[in-house]
């Protein structure tokens, strides 16, 4: 044994000393870990709604009546910032949660997702169901329109064919009438109209820190940092009696 050498007793002895400062450091942190956990949202879930644009059939095959592009530009720039607005003005606050809106890759969808705590759920869901309130009525006017341009063409191909038929010209012209007849019927029979698939259907994990974790990680880091004050409050005593002596 060498004067220079701290054994495991002395350590022991040292805390068992120090064990004040460890309990107050030790204390604190886990008090400061209750505090926040009564002020944070731990649990948060995801909530996504999705709707599917309406479609018509063009030459390079079903495709929507607006682009997805378009869109979600509309949400970005008019339907949601007017929600926002509407928001502050009935609840006098900020909406306490976002609705990002994304086109999946390759599809004519659109997705609508907010995470929030369990506790929200309601207020996301009226929330979201705005936006889809929105995008289904641009929608079905977008259907309406192209339907009423599909009919007025249809009807001016059936008065032409009545006046080839009327005048007897060649079958040739009146080929191309019913041919063209027969397209302007398959545009109109393609025509689908916007679908909500589902509102603000809850994910099933978790997407937030849960407060059980975080107690647990406060419990850890407060007997690190217990243990260390501990020693730095023995250590700077050693210091003192030190200067004292010399002194």
């Known amino acids: 044994y060498y004067d220079d050498e701290i054994s495991l007793v ?17 204390v604190s942190v886990l008090l400061l870990a ?64 976002k609705i990002s809106a994304t086109n999946p890759k390759e599809t004519s969808l659109i997705k609508l997702s907010s995470e929030a705590p369990p506790e929200m759920a309601g207020e996301v869901e009226k929330a979201q169901q705005q936006l889809v309130d929105r995008i289904m009525e641009r929608q079905n006017s977008l259907v309406e329109r192209s339907k009423r341009a599909l009919q007025h063409r249809l009807e001016s191909i059936n008065n032409m064919l009545d006046r080839l038929s009327e005048r007897q010209v060649a079958g040739e012209a009146i080929a191309q009438a019913i041919q063209q007849r027969g397209s302007i019927e398959a545009q109109l029979v393609s025509l689908q109209p916007a679908k909500i698939l589902v509102v603000a259907r809850e994910s099933l994990d978790n997407k937030g820190t849960s407060k059980k974790l975080i107690l647990a990680l406060a419990i850890v880091l407060g007997l690190m940092l217990g243990i260390f004050a501990a020693f730095m409050a023995e250590f700077a005593s050693q210091v003192r009696q030190a200067i004292k002596e010399k002194d």
């Open 10 to 26: 002395d350590l022991a002895t040292t805390f068992i000393r120090r064990r004040r400062v460890f309990y107050v450091v030790f």
């Open 34 to 97: 209750a505090a926040y956990t009564l002020l944070f949202k731990g649990e948060m879930k995801e909530y996504r709604t999705l709707i599917q644009l309406s479609e018509e059939w063009t030459e390079e095959g079903s495709e929507p009546i607006e682009s997805a592009t378009t869109v979600l530009a509309t949400i970005e720039t008019g339907w949601y910032p007017a929600l926002q607005v509407a928001y502050v003005e009935n609840a006098g606050e900020q909406l306490p949660f």
